[in-house]
């Protein structure tokens, strides 16, 4: 009988049997479909990433250094709008916010550009089910420029808008903060990405306009080139200690640029939890930090995250090898670091 993967992308579930490497899938190739070029993103991508590279050149030749440090913070807010937001809290679920973090959330995600949350939801629901197949929007079996930024420049493959109609987005539409991010974003996406970072340089700090906007559009691109490489480099360079089946692999250098979303291999395993990684260490995962904060003033609940039984089957059923150590209590574990171990909070009853 054939093993039991879970159609159609090949991802094992938590109860299937792993199949045997001579079984696995080849992954599907871009079939009879032809590529249309949309020349209007083109020309607006080449424009943007020509004015960023010279707003990155001002930044070291005529900006205030203020300017620098502001488009710094715009950056990670921008970026916990995609990743503390579009990501986790609303394609995901994987965990829940009240109602002031969501609206905080869906400003800095405006900021961002990357599109409304619902829509963005889509293709990342849709990315995750079809991984690597023709419905997946960034299907990196179709190479690193495609995954990274092609996809962008031309038509999507109609198995895209085929399996996507199949996802469920009802509770992304029951939300009246996304539904209103979605009506008004050709008025608000200018304002807060584009009119206001511009604008607050030049009148608190007489940043001249050149600079102002040119690093405006630098921390744009840049936020975009971070989240891009997760579908690109992400897809492509890493180990793969959880699931050696798929292609989405463990990539630091990606974690890093992009705020914590570089655990891939983890993160497609497990997608619903809520720190995209095994272990969420905040130097290399800012957005976890994030949310823990946002939980413990009581914005951010019902965190879900997956528990190191789970984790260690998974690892040892379907992982690559390259996972060290599971944690306290790992075969692995060396002797002295168990005894040299700080252990605070001990029971003493
Ligand atoms: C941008 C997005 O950059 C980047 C997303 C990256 C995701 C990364 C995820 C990685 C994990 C998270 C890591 C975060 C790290 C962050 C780090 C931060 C530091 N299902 O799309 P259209 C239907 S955006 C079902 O126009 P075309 C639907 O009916 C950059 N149906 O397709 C739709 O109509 P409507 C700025 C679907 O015509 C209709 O088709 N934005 C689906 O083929 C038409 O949809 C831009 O540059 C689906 N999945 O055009 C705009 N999709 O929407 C770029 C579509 O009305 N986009 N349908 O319901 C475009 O111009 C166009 O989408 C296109 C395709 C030309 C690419
Ligand atoms: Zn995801
Ligand atoms: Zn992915």
């Known amino acids: 009988m054939a093993p039991n993967i879970s159609a159609p992308t090949g991802v094992l579930l938590e109860t299937d049997e792993v199949p045997p490497a001579s079984l696995i899938p080849e992954p599907k190739k871009s079939g009879e479909y032809k590529l249309r070029l949309v020349w209007r993103n083109i020309l607006l991508f080449a424009y943007l990433h020509t004015v960023a590279l010279y707003g990155l050149y001002l930044m070291f030749t005529s900006a205030k250094i203020i300017t620098s440090i502001y488009a710094f913070i715009l950056y990670q807010l921008g970026g916990l709008g995609i990743t503390a937001g579009a990501h986790r809290l609303w394609a995901h679920r994987s965990y829940k916010a009240k109602w002031p973090l969501r609206l905080i959330l869906t400003i800095c995600n405006t900021l961002a550009f990357q599109d409304a949350v619902v829509d963005w939801a889509r293709d990342h629901r849709v990315h995750h089910k079809f991984s690597e197949t023709d419905a997946d929007p960034h299907n990196a079996t179709r190479g690193f420029f495609f995954a990274h930024v092609g996809w962008l420049l031309c038509r999507k493959h109609p198995d895209v808008k085929q399996k996507g109609k199949g996802v469920d987005l009802s509770d992304l539409y029951n939300d009246p903060i996304l539904r209103y991010q979605k009506k008004f974003y050709l008025i608000l996406m200018p304002v807060i990405c584009f009119i206001i970072p511009t604008t607050i340089p030049m009148y608190l700090w007489n940043e001249t306009f050149l600079n102002a906007f040119c690093i405006n559009l630098f921390r744009y691109t840049f936020t975009l080139n971070a989240t891009w490489l997760v579908n690109s480099a992400a897809h492509l360079f890493g180990d793969k200690p959880y699931d050696k089946y798929i292609n989405p692999a ?66 040892l059923r379907t992982g690559d090898g390259t996972h060290e150590l599971w944690g306290w209590g790992d075969k692995d574990q060396p002797s002295e670091e168990k005894r040299d171990a700080l252990i605070t909070h001990v029971k003493t009853l």
């Open 250 to 315: 463990e990539n630091i250098s990606v974690a890093v640029l992009a705020m914590g979303e570089g655990w891939h291999n983890y993160h497609h395993t497990f997608p619903w939890d809520y720190k995209t990684s095994e272990l969420g260490k905040y130097s290399t995962n800012f957005t976890t930090a994030f949310i823990d904060v946002m939980a413990k003033i009581g914005w951010a609940y019902e965190l879900k995250t997956v528990p190191q039984e789970m984790i260690k089957k998974r690892v």
